[in-house]
């Protein structure tokens, strides 16, 4: 959101009245991404979503290895017990008799997995395009950007589904499926970021000095934009999060007995009558994961975002 | 104005060609056919069948035939559901998801609108976090994990609506799938509503208002409303076409009979026609609504130029 607190603008202390103590100038305490770190921290709920992001990814890299459980091998004298800290199922286990915790903890493994590697995808694409875009100008500009908004118009919900329906529903085509539709934003604004950082005199500079091109864009102008690609990466992680789960929930994304979060909230619908945890417990989940992803996305682009300033 | 719309209209031309053509072309790259099925079919009989549909053309005819037909709005036949035109499918489904859509559009802005407005002028208050903590659950939320619990506590638990069907002209059987689609929208506008109403908010003109001792009711309501809406004109051409598309799941779920259901069918079924109809008609669905959206915003503020 543009709208926020009034914040301290740090080239203040420039304009410190002669005759003022001289801050003690720190080794790297204007740079970037320090006034960034600061920024962000400031700001509570984005840290405290980084904090739970943190206890999740911690906790389904250990709890499969460490639990007795696996998330495939049915129990069927163990059939859908309920929650309970008592009998070793913490989260109780589903209508095969596996255990619930084992595999919400897959279920998070392969949604953040979806969600980064599919993220990773997009953000190459979209920065390649746009920086290459932005930077060259005139006729390849055009083209390239009204490549972009014919994009725009191609409804990719169906197109996913049609991908993942006739190739196989394989992890690594739900990746490079979902990261090839999601770049079209990304792409965006790094084409106006590049417009602008081009006429910058560093840019200039280099030119000068005989940089030219491809050179030029990977030394000087995508560096220069990672602050808003980390910010929009941030941003994409729980839509791509939300749409690996949408996928699974009409049955086209994870096959079974792998879980992800949406085929357990898809498989947990149904169950809900008379075990409702069934679908409360993947379904809380992938909520804390993707509200903490906005929190955070928002915390950054508040402390990153060059445009916001 | 006329000139530009025709100007946008052209220039859709070669965007549903895009269309198309992705369509056509990996649906036909993909292994299997729609005939492949667990029993044999005799290969004569096989064969009528492919004449019958012009599968034993080769690719580039039945691509130019396909084209051909789309230009007379002639989405052809469908391969799975025999003697039934993909243009009837879509006939009988588009009315709901039309209704349910359009439905869903109408509370994400009343509600939405009212609780960006409230939280924009109670700003910084608690209502305020509230508010905007509600509508960040609200995005997070995704629509398949609102719609079974709506159906837990208001069909299942409750008995007041029914749990999913479909009965035409019903009331009833609208309010949870209308619901359930509008909710992450009413997130949506709420934050954007807040965001544009405090930024019209802090104004000049508003000061002047203010000055002049309007009360604060009618300085809302009377100068600060409009110009807030200029933003959501923009937002409104994606969010329809999102509304519409975005529907399957909760098609799914509660049993309705729209496109998406078929479409999620189709495509497992391998019915060509079916799933490249569809898509087409989504296609042309974003871009109406994306020009529609365009012309009111020209209209609503006379300042924007259309080019």
Redesign the interface.
Same mark, same amino acid.
């Given at each position: 959101?543009?709208?926020g607190v009034p914040r301290e603008d740090p080239s203040d202390t420039m304009a410190a009245p002669p005759g003022a103590p001289i801050a003690p100038a720190t080794a790297g305490s204007g740079s970037f991404w320090y006034l960034a770190a600061r920024r962000l921290a400031a700001q509570r709920l984005a840290v405290a979503a980084a904090i739970v992001l943190g206890i999740i990814v911690i906790a389904c890299v250990l709890i499969p290895i460490y639990s007795p459980y696996d998330y495939y091998t049915t129990h069927l004298d163990e059939i859908a017990r309920s929650p309970s800290w008592v009998g070793g199922h913490i989260l109780g286990t589903d209508p095969l008799g596996r255990d619930m915790l084992v595999r919400v903890m897959w279920g998070c493994r392969i949604s953040l997995g979806v969600g980064v590697a599919a993220s990773l995808v997009s953000i190459l694409i979209g920065v390649a395009w746009g920086a290459v875009a932005g930077y060259a100008g005139g006729l390849v500009d055009g083209l390239m950007m009204r490549a972009v908004d014919?994009l725009y118009?191609?409804?990719f919900?169906? =197109?996913v589904?049609?991908?993942t329906?006739? =190739?196989g529903r394989e992890l690594w085509l739900i990746f490079v499926a979902i990261g090839a539709v999601s770049w079209l934003d990304i792409a965006r604004i790094v084409r106006g970021e590049t417009l602008s950082l081009k006429q910058r005199e560093f840019v200039e500079a280099a030119r000068v000095a005989g940089v030219r091109g491809s050179a030029m864009i990977r030394r000087h102008i995508v560096p220069n934009l990672m602050g808003i690609v980390v910010v929009y990466a941030t941003l994409t992680i729980?839509t791509v999060i939300?749409f690996e789960?949408?996928l699974s =929930?009409?049955g086209?994304g994870v096959q079974s007995p792998m879980a992800s979060l949406?085929s357990m909230?898809?498989d947990?619908?149904g169950e809900?009558?008379p075990h409702?945890y069934l679908?409360v417990v993947p379904?809380v989940l992938?909520?804390v994961i993707?509200?903490c992803f906005?929190?955070l996305g928002d915390g950054l682009r508040d402390a990153l975002d060059p445009r916001d300033r | 104005m006329l000139r530009y719309t025709l100007r946008r209209l052209v220039g859709a031309i070669p965007t549903l060609l895009v269309i198309a053509t992705l369509a056509f072309f990996l649906l036909h790259a993909a292994p299997g056919g729609p005939f492949d099925s667990a029993k044999r079919i005799p290969p004569d009989i096989l064969q009528n069948i492919q004449a019958r549909y012009h599968l034993d053309e080769p690719l580039g005819l039945q691509y130019l035939r396909y084209l051909g037909n789309l230009a007379r709005g002639d989405l052809g036949p469908s391969y799975v559901y025999r003697s039934t035109s993909v243009n009837q499918i879509v006939a009988q489904g588009l009315p709901v998801d039309a209704t349910v859509g359009l439905t869903a559009l109408a509370l994400a802005l009343l509600i939405g609108g009212a609780i960006g407005v409230n939280a924009a002028v109670r700003r910084s208050t608690g209502w305020d976090y509230v508010l905007m903590t509600l509508a960040v659950l609200g995005i997070s939320l995704p629509v398949f994990v609102i719609a079974p619990l709506l159906i837990l506590v208001f069909a299942i638990d409750l008995h007041w609506l029914p749990a999913g069907d479909w009965v035409v002209g019903s009331l009833s059987h609208l309010v949870l799938p209308a619901v359930a689609l509008a909710l992450p929208y009413i997130a949506y506008v709420a934050r954007m509503m807040r965001a544009s109403t405090i930024e019209v908010l802090a104004s000049p003109f508003i000061r002047t208002a203010q000055a002049k001792g309007l009360p604060p009711r009618l300085v809302l309501w009377r100068h600060a409303l409009r110009p807030t809406l200029t933003p959501m004109i923009s937002f409104l051409g994606p969010a329809i076409a999102g509304l519409i598309t975005g529907s399957i799941v909760v098609e799914t779920i509660f049993g309705l009979p729209g496109i998406g259901r078929y479409f999620v069918t189709a495509a497992l079924n391998r019915d060509y026609t079916l799933v490249m109809g569809i898509t087409v008609l989504y296609g042309v669905l974003i871009i109406a609504f994306n020009l529609l959206a365009d012309l009111c915003y020209a209209w609503i503020d006379p300042r924007v130029r259309l080019r």
């Open positions: 959101m543009s709208i014919i118009s191609v409804p919900v169906p =197109f589904i049609v991908l329906v006739l =190739f729980p939300l789960a949408f =929930f009409l086209l949406g909230v898809s947990g619908a809900m009558q409702p679908l379904a992938l909520s993707i509200i906005n929190y | -």
